[in-house]
């Protein structure tokens, strides 16, 4: 079986752990070995941003370092074992932002990224070479290897001004409020070697519970990967769960662009043209949606059991229609 995951960080790398239990795949099994399923995940770079002369792909490592073993499971980003000193020495030479958590473990991970960037290489190639030390087990793709940033638009007491998306969700907490959110460079990018025909080949494709806006909504606005998903069969679980998000500053990001905080509105944002299913928690039970077929379920993933009955129960409701036989 062939299965696609667009994939934002914390949520869409903790659903993505969960679906290769589902499938009975493990750490060290790569998308190139005999196996019975393959996934693909195109993984959100709206996030990136350069820091320091390094280029940094928060949700490309967040999923590699999950499904590699190199997570910091406390707070589900960055390294384990990490300690800080060149953030520290950093600061005392008055380098800002002082406000990014550039841990010295990952920072080896950005100094690889920048000498292949300086040697030519595209986000593609240069993120297939780092999950070879990783071996996730899935094939990650970046959206795009054309460079694209997430912008908010804001109004403070400097006045209006755009700031990039990481400025805003770690340094103002997202507080500030949002008058838009902007994806720069997404309308001429392309999407990356292998995204289209990835979604070409697919049986299924699975929406973890990423951000709809800033992760989710990253991938589809590069021109060409929102065309191409809607002819597939598309089940999505909700990152809402009773009016909020399940983490993060998710409400923020739906204010921003003039949606509702709710399962509902989320899935009607996304649109029934693309999703053909939507699990949410049961605590949104009785949620209807025209044209998508809703089902209610725990959503939490609060350990590696609940997880992975997530992920398989998304798969079965996107087997199931598709037509295929549930396994």
Same mark, same amino acid.
């Given at each position: 079986?062939?299965?696609?995951?667009?994939?934002?960080?914390?949520?869409?790398?903790?659903?993505?752990?969960?679906?290769?239990?589902?499938?009975g795949?493990?750490?060290?099994?790569?998308? %190139?070995?005999?196996?019975?399923?393959?996934?693909?995940?195109?993984?959100?770079t709206?996030?990136?941003i350069?820091?320091?002369?390094?280029?940094?792909?928060?949700?490309l490592?967040?999923?590699?370092?999950?499904?590699?073993?190199?997570?910091?499971?406390?707070?589900?980003w960055?390294?384990?074992?990490?300690?800080?000193?060149?953030?520290?020495?950093?600061?005392?030479?008055g380098?800002?932002?002082?406000?990014?958590?550039?841990?010295?473990?990952?920072?080896?991970?950005?100094?690889?990224?920048?000498?292949?960037?300086?040697?030519?290489?595209?986000?593609?190639?240069?993120?297939?070479?780092?999950?070879d030390?990783?071996?996730?087990?899935?094939?990650?793709?970046?959206?795009?290897?054309?460079?694209v940033?997430?912008?908010?638009?804001?109004?403070?007491?400097?006045?209006?001004?755009?700031?990039?998306?990481?400025?805003?969700?770690?340094?103002h907490?997202?507080?500030?409020?949002?008058?838009?959110?902007?994806?720069?460079g997404?309308?001429?990018?392309?999407?990356?070697?292998?995204?289209?025909?990835?979604?070409? %080949?697919?049986?299924?494709?699975?929406?973890?519970?990423?951000?709809?806006?800033?992760?989710?909504?990253?991938?589809?606005?590069?021109?060409?990967?929102?065309?191409?998903?809607?002819?597939?069969?598309?089940?999505?679980?909700?990152?809402?769960?009773?009016?909020a998000?399940?983490?993060?500053?998710?409400?923020?990001?739906?204010?921003?662009?003039?949606?509702?905080?709710?399962?509902?509105?989320?899935?009607?944002?996304?649109?029934?043209?693309?999703?053909?299913?939507w699990?949410?928690?049961?605590?949104?039970?009785?949620?209807?949606? %025209?044209?998508?077929?809703?089902?209610?379920?725990?959503?939490?993933?609060?350990?590696?059991?609940?997880?992975?009955?997530?992920?398989?129960?998304?798969?079965?409701?996107a087997?199931?229609?598709?037509?295929?036989?549930?396994?």
């Amino acid at each position: 079986m062939r299965i696609v995951v667009p994939a934002g960080g914390i949520g869409g790398a903790r659903f993505l752990r969960g679906l290769k239990a589902a499938l009975g795949t493990d750490a060290s099994t790569g998308p %190139d070995q005999a196996t019975d399923h393959e996934i693909t995940v195109i993984g959100n770079t709206g996030d990136d941003i350069t820091l320091f002369g390094l280029r940094i792909c928060p949700d490309l490592d967040t999923v590699m370092y999950t499904l590699g073993g190199g997570i910091n499971e406390e707070q589900g980003w960055g390294r384990t074992d990490e300690t800080f000193t060149v953030k520290e020495e950093l600061a005392a030479y008055g380098m800002k932002p002082t406000w990014f958590g550039l841990g010295d473990r990952d920072t080896a991970t950005h100094i690889v990224r920048a000498q292949m960037i300086a040697a030519g290489f595209p986000l593609s190639a240069i993120t297939e070479a780092l999950c070879d030390r990783w071996k996730p087990g899935v094939r990650l793709l970046p959206m795009t290897d054309d460079q694209v940033e997430t912008h908010v638009v804001v109004e403070d007491e400097q006045g209006r001004r755009a700031i990039h998306f990481q400025e805003w969700w770690i340094k103002h907490r997202a507080a500030l409020p949002a008058a838009e959110i902007i994806g720069m460079g997404a309308d001429t990018a392309k999407p990356a070697p292998g995204v289209l025909r990835a979604i070409a %080949d697919a049986d299924v494709i699975l929406l973890p519970p990423s951000n709809p806006v800033v992760s989710v909504g990253s991938i589809l606005g590069v021109p060409g990967i929102r065309e191409a998903l809607v002819d597939k069969t598309v089940v999505g679980v909700s990152p809402i769960i009773g009016g909020a998000p399940v983490r993060g500053m998710a409400d923020a990001c739906l204010t921003a662009i003039g949606v509702e905080t709710s399962a509902r509105a989320v899935a009607e944002h996304l649109g029934s043209d693309l999703l053909d299913g939507w699990l949410v928690d049961d605590a949104d039970a009785g949620t209807e949606v %025209d044209g998508i077929e809703v089902r209610s379920r725990p959503l939490y993933m609060n350990d590696a059991e609940t997880t992975e009955a997530l992920a398989r129960a998304a798969l079965d409701l996107a087997l199931e229609l598709r037509g295929d036989e549930v396994r």
